[in-house]
């Protein structure tokens, strides 16, 4: 609609009337780099950290945290629960790497949320001697004869963190598996994956008679909906499958999402990483604007949880032991002891405080490309609006719905939420 001084209307309409996915919630990674970032700090200010993330009454109230199973490169070094060559019974698995500074911050990032914080567990690579390549790095491919002893490893895992406090929500198969990458990495054509979900993977958790969702692909949207198209039209392999996670590096590719739920609304999606490459990005108003762009594009198409990529880094972007270094919401200056917010930590709180887990996304319109709108209904009935303007100009902005309009003022390259219950 065009006003009479030839400018577009800029608004937005919603209908709380018409509602769609429930949001499962909002969260980070707790690599060992975030980890080993956490322990340098004073002890008062680790709490700090976690409470600014976990705590939802005075904090982001993130509800999922991501974890890796074995190293990633965000490890220290290249490590395994199960290192003995050969041991296909798994009697050396152990977490004993785990315990010494992941789980315990998990542990209190678990009880910072009420006990309500799920856990995804994800693979960079199997142990060394289960590889076609002998190494954890640089791609190489799961050994057929090792897919059982493989699976297996998956049940001692979810097992193992359940006896430490920290019970395990749901697994990814592979990280990145179409990727060989300098790190840990493992390489999985869309058949393979099909094939160790449906004879090894799912069978190993039911006879273990637990119930954890497994995620397939973990990767770019790109081929999001090519690799679930193999796995899905696989009725033996679908049944085990509780839906499909991506990634956003390459290609924005959003309406793949949607395509992917248009196809298989009964499966689930879920944003699984995504962070800003090439360093700190110290000060950067884009990264901010980047995670809430995809935030609201992503959870507009169907996605039902958001979970960023390392909680906490340091001054540099790492540590990280193939030198990948990256930007995290909260970066520590091991010299001063200072953590900095960056601009990604208060866009991402617009999100996680104010769509709390339960909600559900509500019908949003938006008359303009540049004004970017996510809306949800909380539990408690209330109605959250995330309004960005990535323009360098302040807007006034109307919402509109049945029965109401409220004009606000956006200012340039700005997020804000707007929050009320309706009478």
């Known amino acids: 609609m065009l006003e009479r001084n030839g400018f577009q209307r800029e608004s937005v309409y919603l209908d709380i009337n018409q509602s769609f996915q429930e949001i499962i919630g909002f969260g980070g990674a707790m690599t060992e780099a975030a980890a080993d970032t956490l322990a340098r700090l004073a002890v008062e200010k680790q709490d700090s950290v976690l409470r600014e993330y976990f705590d939802s009454e005075v904090g982001h109230g993130y509800s999922f945290c991501r974890v890796s199973i074995n190293s990633c490169d965000f490890a220290l070094s290249n490590y395994a629960c199960a290192d003995s060559p050969g041991d296909t019974e798994l009697l050396s698995f152990n977490i004993d790497h785990d315990k010494q500074q992941i789980l315990p911050f998990l542990r209190r990032a678990y009880e910072l949320s009420g006990g309500m914080l799920k856990v995804l567990a994800?693979?960079?690579?199997?142990?060394?001697?289960?590889?076609?390549?002998?190494?954890?790095?640089?791609?190489?491919?799961?050994?057929?004869?090792?897919?059982?002893?493989?699976?297996?490893?998956?049940v001692r895992f979810v097992?193992?963190?359940?006896?430490?406090?920290?019970?395990?929500?749901?697994?990814?198969?592979?990280?990145?598996?179409?990727?060989?990458?300098?790190?840990?990495?493992?390489?999985?054509?869309?058949?393979?994956?099909?094939?160790?979900?449906?004879?090894?993977?799912?069978?190993?958790?039911?006879?273990?008679?637990?119930?954890v969702k497994i995620i397939i692909w973990d990767h770019n949207r790109d081929?999001?909906?090519?690799?679930?198209?193999?796995?899905?039209?696989?009725?033996?392999?679908?049944?085990?499958?509780?839906?499909?996670?991506?990634?956003?590096?390459?290609?924005?590719?959003?309406?793949?999402?949607r395509l992917h739920h248009d196809a298989w609304p009964d499966k689930h999606l879920i944003f699984t990483e995504g962070c800003q490459e090439c360093g700190t990005h110290h000060g950067?108003?884009?990264?901010?604007?980047?995670?809430?762009?995809?935030?609201?594009?992503?959870?507009?198409?169907?996605?039902?949880?958001?979970?960023?990529?390392?909680?906490?880094?340091?001054?540099?972007?790492?540590?990280?032991?193939?030198?990948?270094?990256?930007?995290?919401?909260?970066?520590?200056?091991?010299?001063?002891?200072?953590?900095?917010?960056?601009?990604?930590?208060?866009?991402l709180g617009h999100f996680s405080r104010f769509i709390r887990p339960g909600a559900k996304r509500i019908l949003s319109a938006t008359t303009r490309d540049d004004l970017?709108?996510?809306?949800a209904r909380n539990p408690d009935d209330s109605i959250a609006v995330v309004l960005m303007n990535p323009e360098r100009i302040q807007r006034t902005i109307s919402i509109e719905t049945a029965d109401t309009t409220a004009t606000i003022d956006i200012p340039a390259r700005s997020i804000l939420t707007c929050l009320w219950r309706p009478a």
């Open 223 to 257: 081929q999001l909906v090519h690799r679930a198209g193999v796995v899905y039209s696989d009725p033996a392999a679908s049944r085990h499958v509780w839906g499909t996670g991506f990634h956003w590096y390459g290609q924005n590719k959003f309406d793949n999402v």
């Open 159 to 211: 097992q193992a963190y359940a006896a430490a406090g920290v019970p395990i929500w749901g697994v990814t198969v592979q990280n990145e598996p179409d990727a060989t990458q300098t790190w840990d990495s493992c390489v999985y054509s869309a058949e393979e994956e099909r094939d160790f979900v449906r004879d090894y993977l799912g069978p190993a958790f039911e006879t273990a008679g637990l119930e």
């Open 372 to 375: 970017h709108a996510l809306a």
């Open 122 to 154: 994800s693979p960079w690579s199997p142990p060394a001697w289960m590889k076609t390549n002998g190494k954890m790095n640089q791609g190489g491919k799961l050994k057929p004869e090792f897919r059982e002893a493989w699976a297996l490893h998956y």
């Open 284 to 347: 950067s108003w884009d990264l901010g604007e980047r995670y809430a762009r995809s935030i609201i594009a992503d959870i507009n198409n169907w996605t039902e949880a958001w979970i960023d990529w390392n909680l906490l880094l340091n001054e540099y972007g790492g540590p990280n032991h193939v030198s990948n270094f990256c930007s995290a919401p909260l970066i520590a200056d091991r010299a001063t002891g200072v953590v900095h917010h960056e601009s990604s930590w208060y866009y």
